[in-house]
């Protein structure tokens, strides 16, 4: 059952434009996260926020910045894409923070860029 | 890294049979989680294992923990093509954020 929603499914995009990626989930969690996952499917964290409040920011280029407008909702942006950020971006949450909670995943988005 | 250099690992199995699945981290954690990545989808968690467990069990599946060699293994016994998809391990980063560091995922082909 998908409690985690994420749009677009699939984007393709010239570089230098920027994208817009949105979540949402409906488990009434606190935290959220992106994840990055190349082709060779490793998955890296870039954010998470606890209570609409940043608590990981990996090193991740200026271009990238999350927006939180509630808990339910992260959003991510993109201002100028370059081909590296060509992945799948992944939005998780879970009930807490901590490595001791079970994180559920939206479908993710796919980007190419051109 | 909390991993080590290892790329994906591939496996094919016929379904019917039994598989494990290992994974290793480079320092201690008090929590490993399993995940299972069907394609075009999230990953989905199948098993969370804590340090001071040495055996969890899921119906087909199995997690074991030995903080000793600092490693972790999933089995899955009687294998259905249903099962094919990339598992991830997961384990706490002990640089303080508690944030969950997943390993780089073995792919699992089940052909019927």
């Known amino acids: 059952e998908t409690a985690v929603f994420q749009t677009p499914n699939y984007h393709v995009t010239q570089v230098g434009n920027e994208v817009s990626f949105n979540c949402k989930q409906t488990l009434g969690h606190d935290t959220m996260y992106w994840y990055k996952q190349d082709s060779k499917k490793l998955l890296k964290i870039m954010f998470s926020?606890?209570?609409?409040?940043?608590?990981v920011n990996e090193t991740v280029p200026r271009r990238f910045s999350p927006q939180s407008s509630d808990k339910a909702h992260l959003n991510l942006r993109i201002k100028s894409v370059e081909p590296e950020d060509s992945a799948v971006y992944l939005c998780?949450?879970?009930?807490?923070?901590?490595?001791?909670?079970?994180?559920?995943f939206g479908p993710g988005t796919r980007l190419l860029v051109l | 890294s909390q991993w080590g250099e290892e790329n994906l690992q591939a496996l094919s199995i016929q379904e019917g049979e039994d598989v494990t699945m290992n994974c290793s981290y480079k320092t201690y954690t008090t929590v490993v989680q399993w995940y299972r990545q069907k394609s075009g989808k999230g990953p989905a968690q199948l098993i969370l294992i804590r340090s001071n467990e040495r055996e969890k069990r899921s119906g087909r599946l199995r997690a074991t923990l030995d903080t000793s060699s600092q490693s972790s293994s999933l089995s899955i016994t009687g294998t259905l093509a249903t099962d094919t998809a990339v598992y991830f391990c997961?384990?706490?980063?002990?640089?303080?954020?508690?944030?969950?560091?997943f390993g780089e995922g073995t792919k699992l082909t089940v052909s019927s």
């Open positions: 997961a384990t706490d980063d002990q640089g303080g954020s508690a944030k969950l560091i």
């Open positions: 998780a949450s879970s009930s807490d923070w901590g490595s001791q909670d079970t994180q559920y």
């Open positions: 926020y606890n209570n609409k409040q940043l608590i």
